[in-house]
C-alpha cells in the first residue's frame, strides 16, 4: 500500500511538472511578442500562425495577439507584451504612424522591433523590415489589366475601356506604395484615353478605403453603378485587396452584371481561399499571390539576427524610409495569379490544397 501510494506521489508530481513546462516558457527560452492586426482577413490569420510555427520550431516561445483593426487594443497588446518582458516584438500595424510611443518604450526596455509587412512609421525603434515589394504588388496589378485587356494596342484599334479604382488604407504606408506602382503603369492610359475613368476619382486621396474595409469598397461600388454607369458598363475594377474584390462582386451581382456576358475585370490582393474559388468560378479576374510562409520565414532570420547577433537577408537598403530612419527591408516577390496559373502556382505551391478549392 505504502509503495502504492508513493507511486501515486510521484506520478503527480511528475505530471504536475509536465503540466508546468508544457503552459509556461521553459527556462532562459526566450520569448517572441507578435501583434498581428486583424483576423477579419485570412492573410493575417496564416502570417500569424507561421510565424508561430516557425519560431516555435527553432525552440522560441510566441505570444500571437490580434487587434481587430482597433488601434488602441494594438497599443495595449504591446504595451502588455514589453511588460511581460518579452525579448523581441514582431508587428504588423494597423496604424502605422500611431505606435511611435509604444515603440520608443519597447526600446527603452531594450526589446528589438522587427515591422512585418507595414512599415512602422516615424520611430527609431525598429530593426528590419519583412515584407513583400509593395510598389510591385501594384504594378503586377496594373500589368495584369495592361496585358489582359489588351491596352496596348487599344489605341491603334481605337477600343477604350471604363475602370474604376479600390485602394488601400491612408494609414498603411503599403498603400500608397501600391498606388505609386499602379499608375506607373496605367497613367499613360488614363492620359491618352484608352481608360476612362468616369467617377473622375483616380487620386490616391479620392481611392484609398480607411481600414480596407470591404463594406466601404462595396458601398462605392454601388454608387458609382448607380450614379455613373446606368448607359456605360464598368470594365475594370481596379481593386488592391481580395476583400474589396468580395465588395465589388456583390456590388456588381447587385447590379446585375452577369459572369461571362458583361462582368468586369476584377483584381485583388492575397489571394484569399475564397478569392482563389472566385476566380476558379471567373467571379473574380486575378490576385496576387502572396506567400505568408516566405515572408514569416524572412521575419524569422530578421528575429534571430536580433537575439541572436547573426546577419538576416536584406535585399532593400533604399526604398523604405520611415521618417527616422531607412529600414533595412527584404522584400518578398508579388506574383499575379488567374485561371491560367493558379493550379501551378498556388495547388502545386503546397498553399491550398485542390480539395480546399472545392476541386
Ligand atoms: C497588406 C496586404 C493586405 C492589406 C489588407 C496590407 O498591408 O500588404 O497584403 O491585403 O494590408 O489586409
Redesign the pocket.
Given at each position: 500500500m505504502k509503495k502504492f501510494i508513493l507511486c501515486l506521489l510521484v506520478l503527480t508530481m511528475v505530471s504536475g511538472l509536465v503540466f508546468a513546462g508544457g503552459s509556461k516558457e521553459k527556462a532562459n527560452q526566450k520569448v517572441v511578442g507578435v501583434a498581428m492586426?486583424?483576423q477579419s482577413?485570412e492573410?493575417?490569420i496564416n502570417d500569424g500562425a507561421n510565424i508561430k510555427k516557425q519560431l516555435e520550431a527553432k525552440g522560441y516561445a510566441v505570444e500571437l495577439q490580434y487587434a481587430e483593426d482597433d488601434v488602441q487594443l494594438q497599443v495595449s497588446q504591446l504595451e502588455n507584451l514589453i511588460a511581460k518582458g518579452v525579448d523581441c516584438l514582431v508587428v504588423?500595424a494597423i496604424d502605422s504612424t500611431a505606435l511611435v510611443n509604444t515603440l520608443a518604450s519597447a526600446k527603452q526596455n531594450g526589446i528589438p522591433v522587427i515591422a512585418y509587412?507595414?512599415l512602422l512609421m516615424d520611430t527609431d525603434a525598429v530593426s528590419y523590415y519583412a515584407?513583400?515589394d509593395?510598389k510591385g504588388?501594384g504594378t503586377v496589378i496594373a500589368k495584369d489589366i495592361e496585358s489582359k485587356m489588351g491596352l496596348k494596342t487599344a489605341k491603334a484599334e481605337g477600343k477604350s475601356y471604363t475602370i474604376e479604382f479600390f485602394m488601400?488604407?491612408p494609414d498603411?504606408?503599403?498603400?500608397l506604395f501600391?498606388y505609386n506602382g499602379v499608375m506607373e503603369v496605367l497613367k499613360p492610359y488614363l492620359d491618352n484615353g484608352v481608360l476612362v475613368c468616369k467617377t473622375g476619382r483616380t487620386s490616391f486621396e479620392d481611392t484609398c478605403i480607411l481600414r480596407?474595409s470591404q463594406e466601404t469598397a462595396q458601398q462605392w461600388c454601388e454608387n458609382y453603378l448607380a450614379g455613373f454607369y446606368a448607359d456605360e458598363k464598368l470594365d475594370i475594377a481596379c481593386s488592391?485587396?481580395?476583400?474589396f474584390a468580395y465588395g465589388i462582386k456583390a456590388a456588381c451581382e447587385g447590379a446585375g452584371y452577369k459572369v461571362g456576358v458583361d462582368w468586369p475585370y476584377i483584381t485583388?490582393?492575397?489571394a484569399e481561399l475564397m478569392a482563389t474559388k472566385n476566380i476558379i468560378a471567373g467571379s473574380q479576374s486575378s490576385s496576387?499571390y502572396?506567400d505568408t510562409r516566405l515572408l514569416a520565414s524572412k521575419c524569422v532570420t530578421m528575429v534571430e539576427a536580433v537575439l541572436k547577433g547573426s546577419q538576416p537577408e536584406i535585399n532593400d537598403t533604399t526604398q523604405y524610409n520611415n521618417g527616422k530612419l531607412v529600414v533595412p527591408s527584404y522584400l518578398c516577390t508579388p506574383v499575379a495569379v488567374d485561371q491560367s496559373n493558379y493550379k501551378e502556382v498556388i495547388i502545386d505551391g503546397g498553399y491550398y490544397t485542390a480539395a480546399q478549392l472545392g476541386l
Amino acid at each position: 500500500m505504502k509503495k502504492f501510494i508513493l507511486c501515486l506521489l510521484v506520478l503527480t508530481m511528475v505530471s504536475g511538472l509536465v503540466f508546468a513546462g508544457g503552459s509556461k516558457e521553459k527556462a532562459n527560452q526566450k520569448v517572441v511578442g507578435v501583434a498581428m492586426p486583424t483576423q477579419s482577413s485570412e492573410r493575417w490569420i496564416n502570417d500569424g500562425a507561421n510565424i508561430k510555427k516557425q519560431l516555435e520550431a527553432k525552440g522560441y516561445a510566441v505570444e500571437l495577439q490580434y487587434a481587430e483593426d482597433d488601434v488602441q487594443l494594438q497599443v495595449s497588446q504591446l504595451e502588455n507584451l514589453i511588460a511581460k518582458g518579452v525579448d523581441c516584438l514582431v508587428v504588423a500595424a494597423i496604424d502605422s504612424t500611431a505606435l511611435v510611443n509604444t515603440l520608443a518604450s519597447a526600446k527603452q526596455n531594450g526589446i528589438p522591433v522587427i515591422a512585418y509587412d507595414r512599415l512602422l512609421m516615424d520611430t527609431d525603434a525598429v530593426s528590419y523590415y519583412a515584407t513583400f515589394d509593395n510598389k510591385g504588388v501594384g504594378t503586377v496589378i496594373a500589368k495584369d489589366i495592361e496585358s489582359k485587356m489588351g491596352l496596348k494596342t487599344a489605341k491603334a484599334e481605337g477600343k477604350s475601356y471604363t475602370i474604376e479604382f479600390f485602394m488601400g488604407s491612408p494609414d498603411d504606408n503599403n498603400a500608397l506604395f501600391l498606388y505609386n506602382g499602379v499608375m506607373e503603369v496605367l497613367k499613360p492610359y488614363l492620359d491618352n484615353g484608352v481608360l476612362v475613368c468616369k467617377t473622375g476619382r483616380t487620386s490616391f486621396e479620392d481611392t484609398c478605403i480607411l481600414r480596407w474595409s470591404q463594406e466601404t469598397a462595396q458601398q462605392w461600388c454601388e454608387n458609382y453603378l448607380a450614379g455613373f454607369y446606368a448607359d456605360e458598363k464598368l470594365d475594370i475594377a481596379c481593386s488592391a485587396f481580395d476583400g474589396f474584390a468580395y465588395g465589388i462582386k456583390a456590388a456588381c451581382e447587385g447590379a446585375g452584371y452577369k459572369v461571362g456576358v458583361d462582368w468586369p475585370y476584377i483584381t485583388g490582393q492575397d489571394a484569399e481561399l475564397m478569392a482563389t474559388k472566385n476566380i476558379i468560378a471567373g467571379s473574380q479576374s486575378s490576385s496576387i499571390y502572396k506567400d505568408t510562409r516566405l515572408l514569416a520565414s524572412k521575419c524569422v532570420t530578421m528575429v534571430e539576427a536580433v537575439l541572436k547577433g547573426s546577419q538576416p537577408e536584406i535585399n532593400d537598403t533604399t526604398q523604405y524610409n520611415n521618417g527616422k530612419l531607412v529600414v533595412p527591408s527584404y522584400l518578398c516577390t508579388p506574383v499575379a495569379v488567374d485561371q491560367s496559373n493558379y493550379k501551378e502556382v498556388i495547388i502545386d505551391g503546397g498553399y491550398y490544397t485542390a480539395a480546399q478549392l472545392g476541386l
